[in-house]
Every structure is written in structure tokens, then in C-alpha cells.
């Protein structure tokens, strides 16, 4: 089946920036839409930001303003461009292509 690979996840102090990146392992059936969510210990999984295949966007009220997803169609890629980042960012974040889920890249944001 297709797998998603992520990558970008790391640690970083507050007020720093990461990109996170999620391809798939081959030419999928687009779906109307992509995201990533997130899941902090002992929180639910939340979605973090949307982008439809129209290319509209939307975010969580939490990262709005310092998150930004964005694709590439061509390279069955989506990204996260995560600036400003705040301990409350810290969570494993998780690629979504429905109906496809990645596995998992840890973000730490230290104080």
C-alpha cells in the first residue's frame, strides 16, 4: 500500500522554526483535501492545518498566523512551516492524505 514518509521533526527552543514534509511513496488518487494534526500526552488528536485540492487553507486557531501548509502536487508532497514555535507545539505530528495516515514525527519545544 502507499506509505507516507515524514520527516523534519526534531527539537528546538521556543521561538524557533521547523519545516515538516510528508510524501508519499508513489502517485496516489488525490483527495479533496490534506492536513496534519497533532497529539500532545494525554490530549486528543487535533487537527493543525487543511489545504483542499482548490488550494484553500485552514488552521487551527492555535498556530494561525505562525503555521503554513502548502504541496506539491507533482511530488505527492505536503509541508508545514512551523515558526515561532511555543512548548504548547509539542506533540507528535501525524501526515494526513485521507485515507492514509503517516507515522508520527515527535516536535519538542523546549521554554
Known amino acids: 500500500q502507499v506509505r507516507l514518509v515524514e520527516s523534519g521533526g526534531g527539537l528546538v527552543q521556543a521561538g524557533g522554526s521547523l519545516r515538516l514534509s510528508c510524501v508519499a511513496s508513489?502517485?496516489?488518487?488525490?483527495?479533496?483535501?490534506m492536513g496534519w494534526y497533532r497529539q500532545a500526552p494525554g490530549k486528543q488528536r487535533e487537527l493543525v492545518a487543511a489545504i483542499t485540492i482548490g488550494g484553500s487553507t485552514n488552521y487551527a486557531d492555535s498556530v494561525r498566523g505562525r503555521f503554513t501548509i502548502s504541496r506539491d502536487n507533482a511530488q505527492n508532497t505536503v509541508y508545514l512551516q512551523m515558526n515561532n514555535l511555543k512548548p504548547e507545539d509539542t506533540a507528535i505530528y501525524y501526515c494526513?492524505?485521507?485515507?492514509?495516515w503517516g507515522q508520527g514525527t515527535q516536535v519538542t519545544v523546549s521554554s
Open positions: 508513489e502517485i496516489i488518487f488525490r483527495p479533496n483535501a
Open positions: 494526513n492524505m485521507p485515507p492514509r
